[in-house]
């Protein structure tokens, strides 16, 4: 249950720092990472595809609640990008981060070209900056909070299984 409650704050708390802190303080010419997206990749990683998709979907439906038209959007492809990363990251030496973080920054990259591609459909317009500002931001980002999440998911209440 601590597990539970513990991924549950993380997310709610680094969904609001996406919306409300992030853009203020880490914004360079309207291009702002995602804490959010770091953690659910990281943690994906660390973990698996199983507790990826848990995670990811969660994530997708907080990031989703703004967008009434196109809800389930967000939820739909982080679902996707996190089972993908659990399923790369059983491969991977994962208490090291370089290419876990590299993953980090391909992954972002491949939710903000399924994104793009989507808002094309509907007649909005973007430059390929939409798609690589976010992605090195989040890989920059990844490279320092990747250890924090590691030691994080390695603690001894989070190693526990879900229970559902």
Known sequence: ??????????????YIMDSTWVPLFINIYGYTPSLLMIF???????NGS??????????????DVFFIHTFGVNGFINVLLCFLAGHVGKSL????????????????????????GYLYIYGA???IYTIIAPSIFNLILAFFIYKWI??????????????F
């Not at 994962?94 to 903000?112: D, S």
């Open 50 to 63: 199983y507790e990826g998709i848990w995670v990811g979907a969660i994530a997708g439906i907080f990031q």
């Open 40 to 46: 659910i990749l990281s943690y994906s990683i660390i």
């Open 150 to 163: 590691y030691k994080l998911c390695k603690k001894d209440f989070m190693i526990k299984e879900w229970k």
């Open 1 to 14: 249950m601590k597990k539970i409650i513990t991924i549950a704050v993380l997310i709610i708390l680094l």
């Open 93 to 116: 030496f994962r208490q090291k981060r370089a290419v876990p973080t590299i993953l980090v920054g391909f992954f972002t990259a491949i939710k903000q070209i399924i994104i793009m």
């Open 125 to 127: 317009s973007a430059n």
